[in-house]
């Protein structure tokens, strides 16, 4: 054991379960696993438990309804790891080790049960001039204001779809944005027809018309979308239309997106099976694979009080063969039944598949263009042509587009999942069985 | 601790020493500073933060000597350097 740099020794960590992600799933799971007794550790890409819903500034207070929650995990004796990406998960005879990168140093997690956590991102769908700085996701806008950026005195416009346009407008509004309209792309029948449904959830009702308040003074439109950003070297105007006629508005900030698609790569890197883009669970949270749970977004879009109840299912039963509280069956069964109404009216129009044109860029880390990819049979023949999806991130944010306009099937998805260093993926106990629990030290210290 | 009770951090943005709240991010503190343009593209394409939650990886900067540093996933801590693109 001499001549490597330190660095290439893992810290380890073993564990009962481990939970991928902390946001309000993975955060239920893993109080409800360690207040049960089990250790348990979650980790997650952020600087803070909480995931992108319940994100706050570091060492600011978080929101009423996180707060509880975080205050909860900290007590639970479950241990939080932060700043850590996965980047390989490997079956092995006692359950699975997981490769991550924590401050740039490789962290392996011996860990018998995984809950997967791992949450949503937003689908984009590529335009002309959406690469140009100032065209944002509007969770991602949501995201900057909550790390502490200003957008006081920024003209704003949000042209994408989904509820969660409302929350961000509202935002903007709040932080003094000069937020000139708010541009849903679904229908107004189709709109109305959700809001119409949000009288069988009349506390979604309320929280939509709470929102709505905060940006009375600007425009809320229906059936009108962004067909192109313009500007040089960062965004200056966009073009947008109702189908009928087309129109500018001059913008410091566009925030654009689609809704929300579950964060699968991880699950489908273990080999659960993925239904309709989701990991398919049975009623106690499990996946196909033994020992490998999976709770929240990433199970289909529903919401942090889905999540919760998830989590709470999963963290409660995982490891044993107690029957999850059928308190918490039901109320997951009702919370599923609304989240599916609405994705049904916030699906993405059939214009938007005319949006990107031939020289249009479809994957923003290898700059291929829409043009170069659209003769290809299949994903994995245009990853070879043209690099599209190979970049850093991993086809995260072009393949679901490429998904929506040409009907591409998903990849395999290999190790590592995200980009690491060399360090981490070089990283080995060698000579070490996978050790007998309990085992919570690093390598350093135990080669010593 | 300076008025509001919020304290402020030093940092260093492409040679120039600034001030920030203590907590922000990187990405948020760039914004702040009206950059815009965080990396360049493979074809020399300048660009900015879009997800913001460390997926879409177009943040992409180099912080204390250590490239391809997600500005989002990076909180801005007393004495950091950050370099960005450079668009000339």
Same mark, same amino acid.
């Given at each position: ?79 939080? /790891? ?81 509820? *969660?346009? *409302? ?7 709040? !932080?003094? !944005?000069?937020?000139?309209?708010? !541009? ?85 890197? /273990? ?75 916030f699906a993405p129009r059939e214009e938007l598949r005319s949006l990107p044109h031939a020289d249009t860029i479809v994957c923003r880390c290898e700059d291929v263009s829409f043009g170069a990819v659209q003769g290809a049979a299949c994903a994995r023949q245009a990853k070879l042509y043209t690099r599209v999806g190979m970049g850093p991130c991993q086809g995260r944010t072009c393949m679901p587009a490429l998904d929506f306009l040409l009907a591409w099937q998903a990849d395999s998805v290999r190790p590592p999942v995200e980009p690491a260093l060399v360090s981490v993926l070089s990283s080995e106990v060698a000579g070490e069985a996978t050790p007998s629990f309990p085992l919570t030290s690093s390598v350093g210290e135990a080669y010593q | 601790m300076p008025r509001g009770g919020q304290s402020r951090i030093s940092i260093v943005i492409n040679g120039d020493r600034v001030e920030v709240p203590a907590g922000i991010t990187v990405a948020a503190a760039l914004f702040n500073l009206g950059i815009t343009a965080l990396r360049m593209s493979v074809s020399g394409e300048p ?42």
């Open positions: 054991m001499t001549g490597l740099r330190v660095d290439f020794y893992p810290e380890i960590v073993a564990a009962d379960v481990a939970v991928i992600g902390a946001g309000p799933g993975g955060i239920a799971a893993a109080v409800s696993a360690a207040e049960r007794g089990l250790r348990v550790v979650v980790m997650d890409r952020g600087l803070e438990p909480g995931g992108q819903i319940w994100r706050h500034k570091a060492g600011a207070a978080a929101t009423p309804e996180a707060q509880p929650w975080i205050t909860r995990l900290a007590a639970s004796g479950a241990r939080t /790891i932060n700043g850590t990406s996965v980047v390989d998960v490997r079956p092995d005879a006692d359950g699975f080790e997981i490769i991550a990168e924590s401050a740039s140093r490789p962290l392996h997690i011996w860990a018998a049960d995984i809950i997967l956590a791992t949450g949503a991102r937003e689908l984009f769908i590529p335009f002309d001039g959406w690469t140009l700085p100032g065209v944002m996701g509007i969770g991602g806008t949501q995201a900057l204001i909550k790390s502490g950026a200003s957008f006081a005195g920024k003209r704003v416009v949000i042209a994408g779809s989904g509820p *969660l346009m *409302l929350p961000v407008a509202a935002s903007l509004a709040d !932080a003094g !944005a000069n937020l000139l309209l708010v !541009a849903e792309q679904a229908r107004r029948a189709a709109v109305a027809q959700f809001a119409t449904g949000l009288w069988r959830t009349p506390s979604l009702l309320l929280q939509a018309a709470k929102y709505r308040v905060r940006f009375l003074t600007s425009s809320y439109t229906t059936g009108t979308w962004v067909t192109a950003a313009h500007g040089v070297d960062r965004l200056e105007s966009i073009t947008l239309t109702d189908g009928r006629r087309t129109w500018r508005h001059d913008v410091d900030v566009l925030c654009t997106g689609y809704g929300l698609i579950p964060n699968v790569e991880i699950a489908r890197l /273990i080999g659960c099976e993925i239904r309709e883009g989701a990991i398919a669970v049975d009623n106690r949270q499990r996946t196909n694979v033994d020992h490998v749970l999976a709770v929240g977004e990433a199970t289909g879009i529903g919401g942090a009080p889905l999540s919760l109840i998830e989590g709470a299912i999963a963290g409660s039963t995982v490891g044993s063969v107690e029957a999850p509280s059928g308190h918490l069956l039901r109320r997951r069964a009702a919370l599923v039944g609304a989240a599916g109404r609405m994705l049904d009216v | 660009r900015g933060p879009v997800c913001a939650m460390g997926v879409c990886f177009e943040c992409r900067v180099t912080i204390d000597s250590r490239p391809h540093q997600r500005a989002c996933l990076t909180a801005a801590v007393d004495g950091m350097h950050i370099q960005t693109a450079s668009t000339s």
